[in-house]
């Protein structure tokens, strides 16, 4: 499968951000398109289109957009999930600092199809300073030229975005976590339902999308549904941005059709494994998506099909780990992170991260214990599904899948008190790891 | 190439004087009367004036939680709750260069934690910790979402990527 060039379509320009060069190729006729439809007409558009949203979940866009009720008491509003702290993703970066104004052009459309006004807010993470400063850039000069503000092109339309910068929180990517934040609060979620469309930011009805699935809207607009669907497969529609990452010789993001082979993409287009050492796992999906073996990744990475095979696509952030690499210390590295981002909200998932990464470190140090493997499994069972978000769902998937996967290395390494001979050691025990 | 300082237009008023009330610059009340109208509601101003108290003084102080509650019509408590809830608000003053750096997956198996051993041992100084004269503080982060252009080091906001020891040496000679 070949490499194509539509969502990213304008990065390569010189001066991509500016809004002339993005009116030279077109841009912004999808919202005087979209205006003269009615809100009914945009959101069938997208629903024909088959677009699952882009942020993890897979939900479909139009039917998300569906759910918003009509003439609801208080404002509805647009709110978009520019959070990206999923280890592995990078994908919606790229577009914001490089093609903010498909993104707003994107927003001013999906808030007319859901009859949000007058504001919509980009959530971006605070560290995305950059990206943030782009965005307020972008969103001047399409003030300037009449696409956001009052009576947009004389349709009667007001709309306005605003860019909120996160402080450094992996839950605010959580929809009802992001509402929180946005209305000032701690990010931490909400118990659902009733569901954001129904009830979520100030009281409102709220559609929360992810930046590529805005992004995804005015192609949509522009080339109609057939079109966006002549990409991927049934039920897995449209281009999409695969982010490459860990010990692959071109790391980067990659534009495909929907449901590019995994293998193909790992070593006909990222150039193949780093130093010619040997494949070890694969993550899928950001962090949060179940391991797979080098012998499980022929297969299209597509929402449907990486389920088939016991992982998720996520976020489409794929992490390759080469054979120098502990799988227990991987996994440690990413249990790390659940402890430190894990809200604090729910007890089993407060205390059953910071568990898994004690029990996984002591593995690493030469201290673990042999029925520490097990004991791993039976925590992770007493963390899944038992929390009001998906946070803890997310840090059980590597260990699962990876004590299940390699449980020889774990065996290995609590028997020997030492990794696989091997492997290499990509950090020191002794450096003490600061408090979360 | 710091945004927090010597650029900052708000420089000398960095750390704020224990014996002086905290008050905005003009130009950042400017910018808070500006944020407030972006919002339907006051509380909701809080993370992006949080920010602001952070590029004016650096840091946000317990004078400075009290502050902003004042305008915000919030409790010092939910103040406080929020600011220890981010990762990115500085609860301590910060050395005039905050270099983070990622550990995560991608950038681990890319030796990130040399270079942060590297920067622990040739600054001298502990993991969270400042150096003694105020230059430089070593933090390790979460994923910056950069994983593509691993291992990345974020010196105030600014990313660096693809970095390495001998980058982040030359890198370091410039932050002076």
């Known amino acids: 499968m070949d490499q194509i060039k539509v969502l990213l379509a304008n990065i390569d320009k010189p001066n991509s951000t500016s809004i002339d060069v993005y009116l030279d190729g077109g841009g912004y006729k999808a919202v005087e398109k979209a205006l003269k439809m009615t809100r ?5 558009l997208v629903k024909d289109s088959e677009m699952r949203g882009r ?16 003439n609801a008491p208080k404002p509805t509003w647009l709110l978009c999930n520019a959070d990206e702290s999923e280890p592995g993703t990078f994908k919606d970066r790229v577009i ?65 975005i605003t860019v909120a910068r996160g402080a450094g929180a992996y839950i605010c990517g959580e929809e009802t976590g992001l509402i929180e934040s946005v209305e000032g609060h701690r990010g931490q979620p909400r118990v659902k339902p ?30 109609g549904a057939e079109w966006f669907k002549s990409f991927g497969t049934p039920k897995n529609t449209g281009p999409k941005l695969y982010c490459v990452s860990g010990s692959v010789r071109k790391p980067g993001v990659y534009e495909f059709p929907m449901g590019i082979n995994l293998k193909e993409l790992i070593y006909d287009h990222c150039g193949g494994i780093l130093g010619d050492r040997k494949l070890k796992a694969v993550i899928p999906g950001g962090a949060s998506a179940p391991m797979l073996k080098p012998d499980e990744i022929d297969l299209p990475l597509n929402f449907d099909a990486v389920q088939k095979a016991g992982s998720m696509l996520g976020s489409a952030g794929i992490i390759v780990l080469d054979d120098s690499v502990c799988i227990v210390d991987a996994v440690w590295r990413l249990a790390k992170f659940f402890a430190h981002e894990s809200c604090g909200q729910c007890t089993p998932c407060r205390e059953g991260t910071n568990w898994l990464e004690s029990v996984l470190d002591r593995i690493e140090r030469g201290e673990g214990r042999p029925q520490d493997a097990d004991l791993l499994l039976s925590m992770s069972d007493n963390i899944g599904g038992k929390s009001l978000c998906a946070l803890g769902d997310a840090a059980i998937g590597p260990v699962i899948s990876s004590v299940k996967k390699f449980r020889d290395e ?27 | 190439m710091a945004d927090l300082h010597p650029d900052n237009p708000y420089a000398p008023d960095r750390f704020p004087d224990r014996n002086k009330p905290v008050v905005f610059p003009p130009e950042a009340k400017k910018k808070f009367d500006y944020i407030l109208t972006r919002y ?137």
């Open chain 1, 194 to 223: 009733p569901f954001p469309a129904v009830i979520g930011v100030f009281g409102g009805p709220t559609v929360v999308n992810n930046v590529e699935t805005l992004a995804c809207v005015p192609l949509i607009i522009n080339n």
């Open chain 1, 40 to 44: 009914d007409e945009v959101t069938q």
């Open chain 1, 96 to 160: 914001m600092e490089k093609d903010p104004h498909l993104l707003i052009e994107g927003m001013i459309i999906s808030a007319y199809a859901i009859g949000s006004n007058p504001m919509a807010y980009i959530y971006i993470r605070g560290e995305f300073y950059y990206g943030a400063t782009v965005l307020d850039k972008a969103l001047d000069e399409a003030r300037a030229k009449g696409y956001l503000g009052k009576n947009i092109l004389g349709s009667g339309f007001d709309f306005d």
């Open chain 2, 40 to 176: 339907p509601t006051k509380e909701a101003s809080l993370l992006p004036t949080l920010h602001l108290v952070q590029e004016v003084w650096g840091w946000i102080s317990p004078e400075a939680v009290l502050y902003v509650g004042e305008l915000l019509d919030l409790s010092p408590a939910t103040v406080f709750g929020v600011v220890s809830f981010y990762n990115m608000y500085n609860q301590k003053p910060v050395g005039k260069y905050h270099l983070q750096v990622c550990t995560n997956l991608s950038c681990m198996v890319r030796r990130a934690y040399d270079i942060y051993d590297h920067l622990c041992d040739k600054l001298d100084v502990q993991p969270g910790a400042t150096t003694k004269d105020g230059q430089y503080t070593v933090v390790e982060v979460e994923c910056l979402g950069s994983c593509g252009t691993a291992p990345v080091v974020q010196v105030n906001n600014e990313y660096h990527e693809n970095m390495d020891v001998t980058k982040m040496d030359a890198l370091l000679a410039e932050l002076k």
């Open chain 1, 55 to 70: 942020g993890g979940a897979g939900f479909p866009t139009g039917m998300k957009w569906s759910f918003v009720p009509k």
């Open chain 1, 410 to 436: 774990f065996m290995y390494h609590i028997e020997h008190k030492a990794c696989l001979p091997e492997t290499v050691r990509y950090r020191r025990l002794d450096r003490a790891v600061a408090a979360h």
